[in-house]
Nanobody, 122 residues
Framework: VQLQASGGGLVQAGGSLRLSCAAS????????MGWFRQAPGKEREFVAG????GSSTYYADSVKGRFTISRDNASPQMSSLKPEDTAVYYC????????????????????WGQGTLVTVSS
């Protein structure tokens, strides 16, 4: 499975961006897609995820109510962006059947895309 993330850019605080993750290869094996982010000097953290069927979505507390992820290319619509959302965002995919228990853990994900930079100016 290959993942290609896109959609990052520079936006003012309060603005919106939509990220996208195009998957190719053995996509039939994917059970959940997730997004993580890593700000300078910080650890990579979970942001949002969506199950293969789209019936389950997962969000970090820091983005609940502001980010909405959809099945179409596992795209998170990011609204009301804050300077603290500035980070490199990575999409990831997992073939695990137990993702509902560990969707926020790095180790759950088998495949990772390259990052896309989101910069929110104040």
């Amino acid at each position: 499975v290959q993942l290609q993330a896109s959609g990052g850019g520079l936006v003012q605080a309060g603005g919106s961006l939509r990220l996208s993750c195009a998957a190719s290869g053995r996509t039939a094996s994917i059970n959940v897609m997730g997004w993580f982010r890593q700000a300078p000097g910080k650890e990579r953290e979970f942001v949002a995820g969506i199950s293969r069927s789209g019936s389950s979505t997962y969000y970090a507390d820091s983005v609940k109510g502001r980010f909405t992820i959809s099945r179409d290319n596992a795209s998170p619509q990011m609204s009301s962006l804050k300077p603290e959302d500035t980070a490199v965002y990575y999409c990831a995919a997992s073939s695990s059947r137990f993702y509902s228990l560990r969707y926020s853990a790095h180790g759950t994900y088998d495949y990772w895309g390259q990052g896309t930079l989101v910069t929110v100016s104040s």
